[in-house]
């Protein structure tokens, strides 16, 4: 089983070739409701901005701002350890 920081540290090394978008369906109000997903490896991903969107173009965004948001904390992480050095 793949640990958080593990996790954190692979989706902060993704490229761009590793980020895509998928189709989902989801029951909203009683109504199928079709709408995208970003992904990083293949795996849905979410952030504060949520994970379901209306057009590819934002879900792709989302995924590329869950990599920056873990490259910022691998960043952090990397730089408390120099500091206890």
Known sequence: MINLTDKVAAYANAL????D???F???R???LWRGW???IYGAG???EAGYAFCTR???LANAKLMREQCREIVRARNA???QHA
């Open 29 to 31: 109000n009683r109504a």
């Open 45 to 47: 991903v979410g952030t």
């Open 57 to 59: 173009r934002d879900a």
């Open 80 to 82: 408390g350890g120099a």
């Open 37 to 39: 997903i970003g992904t």
């Open 21 to 23: 978008a998928e189709r």
């Open 25 to 27: 369906e989801q029951v």
């Open 16 to 19: 761009d070739d590793d980020i």
